[in-house]
């Protein structure tokens, strides 16, 4: 059975960066397609990073393109994210998650970006932007 561990939140200044961990155990991320999520309170749950199982292509919803980015290491056991130039928006309780495994060529292509696709979930880590 996958489980997702998330690490690396903390608090920073405006204009700082982080960058969250998310490492896999009891399977490898060879066969899904992976994403980062965020809950700030009273807020409903937002994907902000996603890579496909295929070719790990990668999209960004506006509010964070070219800010963050996701990527994953070449064992497919940890999945980072990369965020620049935080904001105070950007404060929130960060998710990984993972769909998958994949089960076809055409399944492995699909860049998932609702919260509903994903089956598998990490706890979550705290991302505070403050001064």
């Known amino acids: 059975q996958l489980q997702l561990v998330e690490s690396g939140g903390g608090l920073v200044q405006p204009g700082g960066s982080l960058r969250l961990s998310c490492e896999a155990s009891?399977?490898?991320?060879?066969?899904?397609?992976v994403g980062w999520f965020r809950q700030a309170p009273g807020k409903e749950r937002e994907g902000v990073s996603f890579?496909?199982?295929?070719?790990?292509?990668?999209y960004y919803p506006d509010p964070v393109k070219g800010r963050f980015a996701i990527s994953r290491d070449n064992a497919k056991t940890t999945v980072y994210l990369q965020m620049n130039n935080l904001e105070p928006e950007d404060t929130a309780v960060y998710y990984c998650?993972?769909?998958?495994?994949?089960?076809?060529?055409?399944?492995?292509?699909?860049?998932?970006?609702?919260?509903?696709?994903?089956?598998?979930w990490g706890q979550g880590t705290q991302v505070t932007v403050s001064s």
């Open positions: 009891g399977s490898t991320l060879d066969n899904y397609a």
């Open positions: 998650a993972a769909r998958g495994p994949t089960t076809s060529v055409l399944d492995s292509m699909i860049v998932p970006t609702s919260a509903e696709e994903y089956n598998h």
């Open positions: 890579l496909s199982s295929r070719d790990d292509s990668a």
